[in-house]
């Protein structure tokens, strides 16, 4: 017998979506196409993907708004969609938008409600996850009135109100401004560490760096891989995670014979006649041999720093990687 | 439930946060703060108005008579009081045709004589000290009284002096008022105020205030609710709850009816109030019309709700309802427009067979007879005016003398009484027919009569009217001739020339042509009339019936029986003919036809019920404190036998308020069905011998006695057949043959009879065997097949709203059938089954598909 306790927070296997689209001629189009995906109890899970990679069909079938075609898919032991296993997440949407007669009491009220939490514990509730979404002394007025911000905050009180297992976030930094984007960073971090699973949908890869422990790339409806930063890095960059980058000046000639004998990618820099060359280099011996090189070609060094790989960089490696297969 | 009561909870918050609702709340209290000053003023007035003179012509007639010192001393005693130069004027004014008076300077006259302390006398008034209202005013004499008691005994002492022309005053008189001022008289009493006028009025401001208006903002407001919530900034979120979509649909839905619901109850919860406080009229149909109402607006937000979930817009979801409206509209209005001429008016009231003829007389009041050339129903005659209701007394048929006797008078559609150009009676002489020309009553005259049912051969009821304006046959005498000030109500060009008026020379063409009259085509026969008629005497006023008893004619009238002298008749026709070789009954012979064969004093109040005897030897005559038994001997009518109800404490009220009541006896049995009370069983004594429990809503429209038998037919509004086994005090139901629903019935012997079936066929049906023996079904119409077969279909089919109407008006009235003639006072007046439930159910079944498209659209989108 399976303990319930012991399964994923999400575990996917093969997953696959078709949509068909106009009445006569039925266009077909795979948003998933076999996906694989597990995220462990207790992590924060980050899921990249450029526009129409198939992330908001992934959440959407998690959730049990749209149907899949194949596969299997669970939340905490139970089938995505069910009843059972919805009782058990949160969701904060992307471009969450609430009725105009709510404050932030009445829509707290309605979402817990709706979550079968007793009103008792509703009140007891609000004013806690208030206070923690930094609402308080706001929650008499009309959500209306309220910034995104502030709206999204609110959004995230109600995903928490009825201390779900499973936190599904879609683009919850979406429009914040920096101080508001720490907020909630903040926040999904406290609810790591409170044990919380947190399945993090976002365009913004700093901040997926920031705070998910793992990370899933996926485009074109499959996914492209799964692992901590670091782990994908390798994937992507055949065990490469340094670089070396600076600002130099020399001859056009010189420059050109630099890109051409190694690996250096140049940039010109505007107005101060420098160049910025970057090249991957993992240990000291590799840095040296770049610059020895650049100096015997008369280059000078103004300024050097050495670099790790960026998750930015590995994505885009990835999605690149993908696409010249593809193609 | 939780989460879905937390939706309505939250819908509720979100109706309260509506602007919209708010303003509507402001205007439905303003327009109550308007409505709730009205009310009824109840006045204590013995003044005399123009409308308390019920018979102008007889009012100035013994005005003459009492000036000449003529006439009773009571009416002298009145009429010394009025100002001479008016009785001078009064009396020219029956000379000189240039001379009007009018009802109103009559009761102008007659009220200033209320004032007198001078009409009381014993001689004058010797009854007057035994009535018990009476005689304390009179033993304070006219020094204790003060004006107001003076004007009590004297209006008092004029209705015993003017019985049947002036109308009984009870000490009050209703108005509208506004604030506490009165500002209109009611011309009609709390009775058809309460039936007619509260009923429409309340009808109309729900219907229209509510039903319409509040209904479509509310359509209008509510309709972005589905749409917005099914777009996906906040449906995701609703999806991702642990809750179904179907539910969460449906209490979205149900959330939205709150708002109207609000409106709805605050704007009934203050009508009833108002119409409570201010007219006395509790009527908790008002409250019950609150889930009714909002059952009609949730058959358009079905529509607004499943167009939101398709199109997702607002605007789409207000043009679809529009439309939808629209069309549940034009199907309603074609089909609320026919029905009553296809359905409702050509049913049959009365049926016999005179000579080879089946003859018919409609709920319109059209007698009709069986064109079996093309199966039509053909008019018999030319009638007041074709598809206006009227009250038809007779056909009676003069087997002797082959002749019909009938009369039709138009009905008020406001109720209260009948009229016609003439109240001279048609009589149509079958052995001659064919020698004069179809015709019309002369025009410019107009008869108020008292209106009745009554069966073909014998039977008569119900209660009598009011006569407002007597005007005589401009082919009357000259001495009758008096003047009407309703003259400008009534004009109507006669559709035919009179014969009166014809060439005589044209007549023997005319005969000629007869044949060549006859329809050539489905449409001339229903339209052309079958027989001729010429006009006979003039009924006597404020009737209640014309009935055949022992091969004479008689006529019910509140001043009494009336027996028409048919061998004058004879006499004057066969001279006539002698003379002119012409019809020309009516010059000659004018009221003089009628003569009056009931005791002197014998009259009948308003609201008695007469009834003749299934022998047709006696008239059995119910008012409210007694049941008399008036047997006809030798030409004559006395009082033979009496039953008086157990005393009621007297009361000034108007008796019109009284339940109606309709009454038949036979030779052994007597039974009277009163308004929402028990049948009530008298022996030929007029002793009681047992009561019948009586549902309510079984309301009665016809009773017949199965001849030779002790069982009495009754013919239910609602189609069913009935009778009465007088012996066993049990009812049963007919084992009839006919799978139609019956609208009257008149038997031919004991096991046979003709049976009336909507709408419009007759049967004449062998009860012993089961059998029907002839048949006379018309052919439809095109409108009746465009009706059979595209209307009804389809408006059966289809939803709706518009019919909850009539479910609408049954709360309001609590009767489930709506008179057509309001006010007639009748029991057997037409009335119009109410569909109630039909419609609610249609409607019901409509929006359970409706929402259950919806919900498998929510159920099976992926948004």
Same mark, same amino acid.
């Given at each position: 017998?399976?303990?319930?306790?012991?399964?994923?927070?999400?575990?996917?296997?093969?997953?696959?979506?078709?949509?068909?689209?106009?009445?006569?001629?039925?266009?077909?189009?795979?948003?998933?196409?076999?996906?694989?995906?597990?995220?462990?109890?207790?992590?924060?899970?980050?899921?990249?993907?450029?526009?129409?990679?198939?992330?908001?069909?992934?959440?959407?079938?998690?959730?049990?708004?749209?149907?899949?075609?194949?596969?299997?898919?669970?939340?905490?032991?139970?089938?995505?969609?069910?009843?059972?296993?919805?009782?058990?997440?949160?969701?904060?949407?992307?471009?969450?938008?609430?009725?105009?007669?709510?404050?932030?009491?009445?829509?707290?009220?309605?979402?817990?409600?709706?979550?079968?939490?007793?009103?008792?514990?509703?009140?007891?509730?609000?004013?806690?996850?208030?206070?923690?979404?930094?609402?308080?002394?706001?929650?008499?007025?009309?959500?209306?009135?309220?910034?995104?911000?502030?709206?999204?905050?609110?959004?995230?009180?109600?995903?928490?109100?009825?201390?779900?297992?499973?936190?599904?976030?879609?683009?919850?930094?979406?429009?914040?401004?920096?101080?508001?984007?720490?907020?909630?960073?903040?926040?999904?971090?406290?609810?790591?560490?409170?044990?919380?699973?947190?399945?993090?949908?976002?365009?913004?890869?700093?901040?997926?760096?920031?705070?998910?422990?793992?990370?899933?790339?996926?485009?074109?409806?499959?996914?492209?891989?799964?692992?901590?930063?670091?782990?994908?890095?390798?994937?992507?960059?055949?065990?490469?995670?340094?670089?070396?980058?600076?600002?130099?000046?020399?001859?056009?000639?010189?420059?050109?014979?630099?890109?051409?004998?190694?690996?250096?990618?140049?940039?010109?820099?505007?107005?101060?006649?420098?160049?910025?060359?970057?090249?991957?280099?993992?240990?000291?011996?590799?840095?040296?041999?770049?610059?020895?090189?650049?100096?015997?070609?008369?280059?000078?060094?103004?300024?050097?720093?050495?670099?790790?790989?960026?998750?930015?960089?590995?994505?885009?490696?990835?999605?690149?990687?993908?696409?010249?297969?593809?193609? | 439930?939780?989460?879905?009561?937390?939706?309505?909870?939250?819908?509720?918050?979100?109706?309260?946060?509506?602007?919209?609702?708010?303003?509507?709340?402001?205007?439905?209290?303003?327009?109550?703060?308007?409505?709730?000053?009205?009310?009824? &003023?109840?006045?204590?007035?013995?003044?005399?108005?123009?409308?308390?003179?019920?018979?102008?012509?007889?009012?100035?007639?013994?005005?003459?008579?009492?000036?000449?010192?003529?006439?009773?001393?009571?009416?002298?005693?009145?009429?010394?009081?009025?100002?001479?130069?008016?009785?001078?004027?009064?009396?020219?004014?029956?000379?000189?045709?240039?001379?009007?008076?009018?009802?109103?300077?009559?009761?102008?006259?007659?009220?200033?004589?209320?004032?007198?302390?001078?009409?009381?006398?014993?001689?004058?008034?010797?009854?007057?000290?035994?009535?018990?209202?009476?005689?304390?005013?009179?033993?304070?004499?006219?020094?204790?009284?003060?004006?107001?008691?003076?004007?009590?005994?004297?209006?008092?002492?004029?209705?015993?002096?003017?019985?049947?022309?002036?109308?009984?005053?009870?000490?009050?008189?209703?108005?509208?008022?506004?604030?506490?001022?009165?500002?209109?008289?009611?011309?009609?009493?709390?009775?058809?105020?309460?039936?007619?006028?509260?009923?429409?009025?309340?009808?109309? &401001?729900?219907?229209?205030?509510?039903?319409?208006?509040?209904?479509?903002?509310?359509?209008?407001?509510?309709?972005?609710?589905?749409?917005?919530?099914?777009?996906?900034?906040?449906?995701?979120?609703?999806?991702?709850?642990?809750?179904?979509?179907?539910?969460?649909?449906?209490?979205?839905?149900?959330?939205?009816?709150?708002?109207?619901?609000?409106?709805?109850?605050?704007?009934?919860?203050?009508?009833?109030?108002?119409?409570?406080?201010?007219?006395?009229?509790?009527?908790?149909?008002?409250?019950?019309?609150?889930?009714?109402?909002?059952?009609?607006?949730?058959?358009?937000?079905?529509?607004?709700?499943?167009?939101?979930?398709?199109?997702?817009?607002?605007?789409?979801?207000?043009?679809?309802?529009?439309?939808?409206?629209?069309?549940?509209?034009?199907?309603?209005?074609?089909?609320?427009?026919?029905?009553?001429?296809?359905?409702?008016?050509?049913?049959?009231?009365?049926?016999?067979?005179?000579?080879?003829?089946?003859?018919?007389?409609?709920?319109?009041?059209?007698?009709?007879?069986?064109?079996?050339?093309?199966?039509?129903?053909?008019?018999?005659?030319?009638?007041?005016?074709?598809?206006?209701?009227?009250?038809?007394?007779?056909?009676?048929?003069?087997?002797?003398?082959?002749?019909?006797?009938?009369?039709?008078?138009?009905?008020?559609?406001?109720?209260?009484?009948?009229?016609?150009?003439?109240?001279?009676?048609?009589?149509?002489?079958?052995?001659?027919?064919?020698?004069?020309?179809?015709?019309?009553?002369?025009?410019?005259?107009?008869?108020?009569?008292?209106?009745?049912?009554?069966?073909?051969?014998?039977?008569?009821?119900?209660?009598?009217?009011?006569?407002?304006?007597?005007?005589?046959?401009?082919?009357?005498?000259?001495?009758?001739?008096?003047?009407?000030?309703?003259?400008?109500?009534?004009?109507?060009?006669?559709?035919?020339?009179?014969?009166?008026?014809?060439?005589?020379?044209?007549?023997?063409?005319?005969?000629?042509?007869?044949?060549?009259?006859?329809?050539?085509?489905?449409?001339?026969?229903?339209?052309?009339?079958?027989?001729?008629?010429?006009?006979?005497?003039?009924?006597?006023?404020?009737?209640?019936?014309?009935?055949?008893?022992?091969?004479?004619?008689?006529?019910?009238?509140?001043?009494?029986?009336?027996?028409?002298?048919?061998?004058?008749?004879?006499?004057?026709?066969?001279?006539?003919?002698?003379?002119?070789?012409?019809?020309?009954?009516?010059?000659?012979?004018?009221?003089?036809?009628?003569?009056?064969?009931?005791?002197?004093?014998?009259?009948?109040?308003?609201?008695?019920?007469?009834?003749?005897?299934?022998?047709?030897?006696?008239?059995?005559?119910?008012?409210?404190?007694?049941?008399?038994?008036?047997?006809?001997?030798?030409?004559?009518?006395?009082?033979?036998?009496?039953?008086?109800?157990?005393?009621?404490?007297?009361?000034?009220?108007?008796?019109?308020?009284?339940?109606?009541?309709?009454?038949?006896?036979?030779?052994?049995?007597?039974?009277?069905?009163?308004?929402?009370?028990?049948?009530?069983?008298?022996?030929?004594?007029?002793?009681?011998?047992?009561?019948?429990?009586?549902?309510?809503?079984?309301? &009665?429209?016809?009773?017949?006695?199965?001849?030779?038998?002790?069982?009495?037919?009754?013919?239910?509004?609602?189609?069913?057949?009935?009778?009465?086994?007088?012996?066993?005090?049990?009812?049963?139901?007919?084992?009839?043959?006919?799978?139609?629903?019956?609208?009257?019935?008149?038997?031919?012997?004991?096991?046979?009879?003709?049976?009336?079936?909507?709408?419009?066929?007759?049967?004449?049906?062998?009860?012993?065997?089961?059998?029907?023996?002839?048949?006379?079904?018309?052919?439809?119409?095109?409108?009746?097949?465009?009706?059979?077969?595209?209307?009804?279909?389809?408006?059966?089919?289809?939803?709706?709203?518009?019919?909850?109407?009539?479910?609408?008006?049954?709360?309001?009235?609590?009767?489930?059938?709506?008179?057509?003639?309001?006010?007639?006072?009748?029991?057997?007046?037409?009335?119009?089954?109410?569909?109630?439930?039909?419609?609610?159910?249609?409607?019901?079944?409509?929006?359970?598909?409706?929402?259950?498209?919806?919900?498998?659209?929510?159920?099976?989108?992926?948004?």
């Amino acid at each position: 017998m399976v303990d319930m306790n012991d399964s994923p927070a999400i575990d996917v296997k093969n997953l696959q979506k078709e949509y068909r689209e106009g009445l006569i001629s039925r266009t077909r189009f795979h948003a998933l196409r076999g996906i694989d995906l597990t995220v462990r109890r207790g992590e924060v899970f980050g899921l990249l993907g450029p526009n129409g990679a198939g992330k908001t069909t992934l959440i959407k079938i998690l959730l049990g708004i749209v149907r899949k075609t194949g596969g299997q898919a669970q939340l905490l032991g139970d089938s995505a969609g069910s009843r059972r296993a919805r009782k058990k997440i949160g969701y904060l949407p992307e471009n969450l938008n609430f009725p105009a007669h709510h404050t932030a009491t009445r829509a707290l009220q309605l979402y817990g409600r709706l979550s079968y939490v007793p009103d008792a514990k509703i009140r007891e509730k609000s004013t806690e996850l208030l206070d923690l979404v930094g609402l308080s002394g706001r929650e008499r007025e009309y959500v209306r009135k309220y910034s995104k911000g502030m709206r999204q905050r609110l959004g995230l009180a109600q995903a928490l109100l009825h201390d779900p297992e499973l936190l599904i976030m879609d683009e919850p930094t979406d429009g914040l401004d920096p101080v508001g984007r720490s907020e909630i960073r903040q926040l999904i971090t406290y609810l790591r560490d409170e044990g919380k699973t947190v399945f993090l949908n976002s365009h913004i890869l700093q901040e997926v760096e920031l705070v998910c422990d793992r990370v899933a790339i996926l485009a074109k409806g499959k996914l492209l891989g799964v692992g901590t930063p670091k782990e994908l890095t390798s994937q992507f960059f055949a065990g490469q995670s340094g670089r070396v980058r600076m600002e130099v000046s020399g001859s056009v000639e010189a420059m050109q014979k630099l890109q051409e004998q190694s690996n250096f990618q140049s940039i010109p820099l505007p107005e101060s006649g420098l160049y910025q060359v970057s090249s991957s280099a993992d240990d000291q011996q590799e840095v040296d041999k770049l610059i020895d090189h650049a100096r015997g070609l008369g280059i000078s060094i103004h300024k050097l720093e050495r670099t790790s790989l960026t998750l930015e960089e590995v994505f885009l490696s990835a999605i690149q990687s993908y696409e010249s297969q593809d193609n | 439930m939780k989460p879905y009561i937390g939706i309505l909870i939250d819908s509720f918050w979100e109706a309260i946060n509506n602007r919209v609702l708010w303003a509507l709340l402001i205007c439905w209290s303003i327009l109550l703060a308007i409505l709730a000053p009205f009310g009824y &003023i109840t006045e204590r007035s013995f003044t005399l108005i123009t409308a308390d003179i019920n018979n102008r012509a007889g009012l100035v007639e013994k005005i003459d008579q009492a000036a000449k010192g003529n006439g009773s001393k009571s009416v002298q005693a009145v009429v010394t009081q009025l100002d001479a130069a008016f009785v001078k004027r009064v009396q020219k004014s029956l000379k000189d045709d240039d001379i009007r008076v009018r009802s109103s300077e009559l009761a102008e006259e007659l009220n200033k004589a209320l004032k007198s302390p001078d009409i009381y006398t014993e001689e004058a008034f010797p009854t007057a000290k035994k009535r018990k209202k009476l005689q304390p005013l009179i033993e304070m004499g006219p020094e204790e009284r003060d004006e107001e008691d003076n004007e009590e005994l004297n209006r008092k002492l004029m209705q015993l002096a003017f019985p049947l022309e002036l109308a009984e005053n009870f000490g009050e008189r209703l108005s509208i008022g506004y604030a506490g001022f009165s500002f209109a008289s009611l011309p009609f009493t709390r009775r058809t105020a309460r039936e007619f006028l509260e009923p429409t009025i309340l009808q109309f &401001i729900v219907k229209f205030g509510l039903g319409v208006i509040a209904v479509f903002i509310a359509i209008i407001v509510t309709s972005p609710i589905i749409p917005d919530t099914f777009k996906s900034g906040s449906l995701h979120l609703l999806l991702s709850k642990p809750i179904s979509r179907v539910l969460l649909y449906l209490s979205k839905f149900f959330g939205g009816t709150i708002f109207v619901l609000v409106n709805i109850t605050y704007f009934l919860v203050g009508l009833f109030l108002i119409a409570g406080i201010r007219f006395e009229m509790w009527n908790p149909g008002l409250l019950y019309c609150i889930p009714l109402l909002v059952f009609v607006f949730v058959i358009f937000y079905s529509i607004s709700g499943h167009i939101g979930l398709i199109w997702g817009n607002a605007i789409v979801c207000v043009v679809a309802c529009m439309l939808f409206w629209f069309c549940c509209f034009c199907l309603g209005f074609a089909r609320n427009n026919m029905r009553p001429f296809i359905e409702i008016f050509p049913q049959i009231n009365k049926v016999a067979k005179i000579e080879d003829d089946v003859t018919a007389v409609t709920n319109l009041g059209e007698f009709q007879v069986w064109n079996s050339d093309f199966s039509v129903w053909q008019p018999a005659i030319a009638s007041n005016g074709p598809g206006s209701q009227q009250r038809t007394f007779g056909p009676i048929y003069d087997e002797k003398r082959k002749k019909i006797f009938t009369k039709s008078f138009m009905q008020n559609p406001f109720g209260g009484g009948v009229f016609a150009r003439s109240r001279a009676v048609n009589v149509i002489d079958l052995n001659n027919e064919e020698g004069s020309e179809p015709k019309s009553e002369p025009a410019n005259e107009k008869e108020d009569e008292a209106e009745s049912d009554s069966d073909v051969n014998t039977d008569v009821e119900t209660d009598a009217g009011k006569e407002e304006g007597v005007e005589p046959s401009p082919n009357q005498e000259k001495s009758e001739t008096t003047t009407s000030e309703q003259e400008s109500e009534e004009p109507e060009e006669k559709p035919n020339e009179s014969p009166a008026e014809a060439p005589e020379d044209d007549l023997e063409e005319e005969e000629s042509l007869a044949d060549q009259d006859r329809p050539t085509s489905i449409f001339e026969a229903q339209f052309k009339p079958h027989w001729n008629y010429d006009e006979g005497p003039e009924i006597p006023a404020q009737c209640f019936n014309l009935a055949e008893m022992n091969g004479d004619i008689v006529a019910i009238c509140r001043s009494g029986f009336y027996r028409l002298d048919m061998e004058k008749l004879d006499t004057i026709e066969a001279g006539e003919k002698a003379l002119f070789g012409l019809l020309k009954l009516t010059n000659l012979v004018g009221n003089a036809g009628f003569e009056k064969v009931t005791p002197d004093g014998f009259i009948l109040s308003e609201n008695s019920s007469p009834s003749v005897t299934a022998e047709g030897d006696a008239i059995v005559v119910h008012s409210k404190e007694k049941l008399d038994l008036l047997e006809y001997r030798e030409g004559k009518f006395t009082i033979t036998k009496s039953h008086s109800f157990p005393a009621e404490e007297e009361k000034d009220e108007d008796p019109t308020e009284d339940p109606q009541t309709v009454i038949r006896m036979n030779k052994n049995f007597c039974v009277m069905a009163t308004e929402g009370q028990p049948l009530e069983l008298f022996d030929r004594d007029l002793k009681p011998v047992g009561q019948i429990e009586w549902d309510e809503k079984r309301e &009665i429209k016809q009773m017949r006695w199965q001849p030779d038998s002790n069982r009495l037919s009754i013919v239910l509004h609602s189609g069913e057949l009935l009778f009465l086994d007088c012996d066993s005090q049990e009812i049963g139901e007919y084992d009839l043959p006919l799978a139609e629903l019956v609208t009257c019935i008149n038997w031919t012997d004991t096991n046979t009879a003709w049976v009336g079936c909507r709408p419009d066929s007759v049967h004449l049906v062998d009860f012993s065997q089961d059998n029907v023996l002839e048949s006379y079904t018309p052919e439809s119409s095109i409108f009746g097949m465009i009706y059979d077969w595209a209307i009804k279909p389809l408006y059966t089919v289809l939803p709706k709203p518009a019919a909850l109407d009539e479910a609408m008006l049954y709360l309001l009235t609590g009767k489930d059938t709506q008179s057509v003639t309001p006010g007639s006072g009748s029991i057997g007046a037409t009335k119009m089954e109410l569909s109630i439930w039909p419609p609610i159910l249609s409607n019901l079944a409509f929006v359970a598909f409706i929402l259950m498209l919806s919900c498998i659209h929510v159920a099976r989108k992926e948004f």
